[in-house]
């Protein structure tokens, strides 16, 4: 996989190519999934901590990736060693984007105006999966200033099926004529 973007990305995708060689591709994203909550902010300050010895911060990422893929200890120990630490969030959230779109899987944000039960919100993913071919994870969100209807954000796609977008189209519309 060519390597581009920023450098969390270059790591997760160099990760990414590892996971799939080894075939555990689930196994890798679970890991990444758990560092990134359990070595949270404060725990990252304390690693990039110059007054703490290097070899204590390395030992500390040791002890938080036993149990993990041997590739996924020696990477916390390189960015503790290089002092890259830092990355480790936007690592994990681009090796779960990286594999998402492996995997066919794109994310929406649904946005109504009112809460939707949960048959309502199994109806729009099921409806959008079916326009775009692809699997989609859904977050929703309430805002009632569209007033009814939906926004969805599928990747770079928008579609404002809102009644604020469409009264908001008719004003336009009126005050051009």
Known sequence: MALGGSAARR????????????????????AFDDLAQAIGPDALRAL????????????????????KAAPIAALLQLLVRRDRIGLLPGIAREFGELVDRREGIAKARIATAVELDAAQRSELVARLERAS?????????????????????????????????????????????
């Open 48 to 67: 990039r901590e110059p007054s703490v010895p290097v070899q204590r911060r390395v030992d500390a990422t040791a002890a938080a990736a036993k149990g």
């Open 133 to 177: 071919g692809k699997r989609i994870t859904a977050t929703f969100v309430v805002d009632p200033s569209l007033i009814g209807g939906a926004r969805v954000q599928v990747g770079d796609h928008l579609i404002d099926a809102s009644i604020r977008a469409q009264l908001d189209a008719m004003r336009s519309q009126l005050a051009s004529s």
């Open 11 to 30: 790591y997760a995708e160099a990760m990414l190519d590892i996971a799939a060689r080894d075939g555990k591709v689930a196994e890798y994203r679970a």
